[in-house]
């Protein structure tokens, strides 16, 4: 799963953002990311906190756990989670 690697306490996906769509999930691979749609417009950083929110809200984590760490401005976006295993995150967004 290239979209997914151990990062210390914690995990980093690579992910591929579809900002303004109808509603907000997990679709699958695009190319070496996992793409998720999001119902949030891509202005203001709306997007962007509303990805956090829903990766927290999936992997079952706080909001505090979930970190941008790159593409604020852009698509391809990398997010760092704390406190879980790339075991547990994969077995939640069932792709192993």
Same mark, same amino acid.
């Given at each position: 799963?290239?979209?997914?690697?151990?990062?210390?306490?914690?995990? !980093?996906?690579?992910?591929? !953002?579809?900002?303004?769509?109808?509603?907000?999930?997990?679709?699958?691979?695009?190319?070496?990311?996992?793409?998720?749609?999001?119902?949030?417009?891509?202005?203001?950083?709306?997007?962007?906190?509303?990805? +956090?929110?829903?990766?927290?809200?999936?992997?079952?984590? /706080?909001? /505090?756990?979930?970190? +941008? !760490?790159?593409?604020?401005? /852009?698509?391809?976006?990398?997010?760092?989670?704390?406190?879980?295993?790339?075991?547990?995150?994969?077995?939640?967004?069932?792709? !192993?």
């Amino acid at each position: 799963m290239s979209w997914l690697r151990a990062d210390g306490d914690g995990v !980093i996906l690579t992910l591929h !953002i579809q900002p303004g769509a109808k509603k907000t999930e997990v679709v699958g691979l695009h190319g070496e990311a996992l793409k998720i749609r999001l119902a949030a417009p891509p202005v203001d950083g709306k997007a962007n906190a509303a990805l +956090l929110a829903f990766v927290a809200e999936r992997l079952g984590v /706080s909001k /505090s756990a979930v970190e +941008l !760490i790159s593409g604020q401005t /852009s698509r391809a976006k990398r997010v760092r989670v704390s406190g879980m295993t790339p075991e547990q995150a994969a077995a939640i967004y069932q792709l !192993i």
